[in-house]
């Protein structure tokens, strides 16, 4: 099914009078379609806007394939979020724009529906964005990565709403309390000079706050209840945000059956794109026939 998706978009892209070859090379995507004379545009130069908010209608095949830009087929049967952005991201970084063959319509409004304005993000009003959750998980400045209790949905939220205490803190003897700075409490100061934060809710419940989605290179341990990392021996050790130890497993699946989850750093737009890419992408649904595609 893959192959007649593929072979749809090279049809259509047949039709518009560009080249398609199909690239041997694994990190390439499966087809891509060159017109006879490359066209750069001075649009090429944007820079991608992650607070543009106005919608607008999907960008039409059409328009895409006349563009004068080299075009991957990206075949998509199952729109994961990580999945389209990163293949966006890897055509717009090398000069291609992506032209999304889809089986069906509602796969196709899956798509549109992630790329459109505000781009590759789950929900975003007044206040702020929410993210999907990527494939990598949150490295600290002093190693390792962050958890928190497993057996929770976790999100990721920038707020500008009122801060309530996080956590737990650390007082002179390396005592938890709930005064002070700690899991959380720094996070709180720094984001009262912005006024803007990220947030990381457990079931709707905060339990780490970041100043801002560029906090998240490597923060301090001390903003997440628990870390984890894996020691010389192979064996991950779990420790809480003050670094005390709490408990060694086998493995992140031991970690997550001992009552501990990796934290997911969310996919956030601006840090994968560099320039806009509003034209540099379209949908065509291959709907079974694709000598009938529009």
């Avoid at 420790?239 to 750093?265: K, L, N």
Wanted: contains cysteine.
């Amino acid at each position: 099914m893959t192959d007649d998706l593929l072979e749809a978009g090279a049809t259509r892209c047949r039709r518009e009078g560009l080249t398609v070859t199909r690239p041997n090379d694994g990190g390439e995507p499966p087809g891509v379609a060159r017109p006879a004379d490359a066209r750069p545009s001075s649009d090429d130069a944007r820079p991608f806007d992650p607070d543009r908010t106005t919608a607008s209608d999907a960008p039409s095949v059409s328009a895409l394939l006349s563009s004068g830009r080299p075009v991957a087929i990206e075949s998509i049967r199952d729109p994961e979020p990580t999945l389209v952005l990163s293949r966006l991201w890897n055509d717009r970084n090398n000069d291609r724009a992506a032209l999304f063959v889809a089986p069906d319509r509602e796969t196709a409004d899956r798509i549109e529906t992630l790329l459109a304005p505000p781009v590759g993000v789950r929900t975003a009003d007044e206040d702020g964005r929410t993210f999907y959750a990527g494939p990598d998980r949150v490295a600290l400045a002093e190693g390792g990565y962050a958890a928190v209790p497993a057996g929770t949905t976790l999100s990721w939220r920038e707020s500008t709403t009122a801060r309530e205490p996080v956590g737990l803190v650390v007082d002179g003897d390396g005592d938890g309390d709930g005064d002070g700075d700690g899991a959380g409490g720094r996070a709180d100061a720094d984001a009262a000079a912005t006024g803007a934060w990220l947030e990381l809710r457990a079931d709707g419940e905060v339990v780490a706050r970041l100043d801002g989605v560029d906090a998240l290179d490597c923060p301090t341990r001390e903003r997440f209840p628990y870390a984890y990392r894996r020691d010389d021996d192979k064996r991950i050790r779990v420790v809480d945000f003050a670094g005390r130890p709490v408990q060694r497993y086998t493995g992140i699946g031991a970690m997550r059956d001992g009552g501990f989850q990796p934290v997911p750093a969310p996919l956030v737009p601006e840090h994968m794109f560099d320039g806009a890419v509003d034209g540099w992408w379209a949908v065509l649904v291959a709907d079974g026939d694709y000598r009938n595609c529009p």
